[in-house]
């Protein structure tokens, strides 16, 4: 059974920093696509960030270039998303998730992705 955990979310203030996990198990980590999606409340859930499978690529959405960095360790079947320079637009659920299709560049809808976390909350006051 695959699963997918986040954590690291919580309250900040803006121009504050979070970084946060995703923990893989019950899937060959290594040769999935990971990514990390945000919905705000009344939005749709939007690709943030996503990482190719040997973390050699990596996309982000404009809206978070320069300041949200995607990594992944293979070795712990963990996905990270280092947030920085955080605003109140960024509050949102972000959600870790997996394409086992290994597709580059990445899927942007969330269709096309097969396994999903169940979400942090990430609040940022301003």
């Known amino acids: 059974q695959v699963q997918l955990v986040e954590s690291g979310g919580g309250l900040v203030q803006a121009g504050g920093s979070l970084t946060l996990s995703c923990a893989a198990s019950g899937l060959t980590f290594v040769t999935y696509t990971m990514a990390w999606f945000r919905q705000a409340p009344g939005k749709e859930r939007d690709l943030v960030a996503a990482i190719r499978w040997s973390g050699g690529s990596t996309f982000y959405a404009d809206s978070v270039k320069g300041r949200f960095t995607i990594s992944r360790d293979n070795a712990k079947y963990t996905v990270y998303l280092r947030m920085r320079n955080l605003a109140p637009e960024d509050t949102a659920v972000y959600y870790c998730?997996?394409?086992?299709?290994?597709?580059?560049?990445?899927?942007?809808?969330?269709?096309?992705?097969?396994?999903w976390g169940q979400g942090t909350q990430v609040t940022v006051s301003s």
């Open positions: 998730a997996a394409d086992e299709r290994r597709r580059w560049p990445p899927a942007l809808p969330r269709t096309g992705y097969d396994y």
